[in-house]
Nanobody, 123 residues
Framework: QAQLAESGGGLVQAGGSLRLSCAASQRAFSNFALGWFRQAPGKEREFVAAFSLLGGSTYYADSSKGRFTLSRDNAKNTVYLQMNSLKPEDTAVYYC????????????????WGQGTQVTVSS
């Protein structure tokens, strides 16, 4: 079972930036592709971005491209989601999760969900 813990959320004005962190267990970091999802009130959980299984490639939702950037620190077993030019519609709880399927974009293909971190973007 993957063990993941998100942090870094907060309240930011539109146009601002936040960096989210996902600290993973050694097993999760080494054996799974890690990705980010978000869920706004009353909406389904949606894909944001993810690494490939070996970490060499990244995938982004259309809504994230050009504004969000994935990175990873292998020594810390941590992946990051840098979010720039934030918009009010980015407001959601952001979750980190793990998958065995490289390039997966469906929440059903992911497991080991963290507790989530709240991101609120004010207009």
């Amino acid at each position: 079972q993957a063990q993941l813990a998100e942090s870094g959320g907060g309240l930011v004005q539109a146009g601002g930036s936040l960096r989210l962190s996902c600290a993973a267990s050694q097993r999760a970091f080494s054996n799974f592709a890690l990705g980010w999802f978000r869920q706004a009130p009353g909406k389904e959980r949606e894909f944001v971005a993810a690494f490939s299984l070996l970490g060499g490639s990244t995938y982004y939702a259309d809504s994230s491209k050009g504004r969000f950037t994935l990175s990873r620190d292998n020594a810390k077993n941590t992946v990051y989601l840098q979010m720039n030019s934030l918009k009010p519609e980015d407001t959601a709880v952001y979750y980190c999760a793990a998958t065995s399927y490289s390039g997966a974009r469906s929440a059903q293909d992911y497991g080991g969900w963290g507790q989530g971190t709240q991101v609120t973007v004010s207009s």
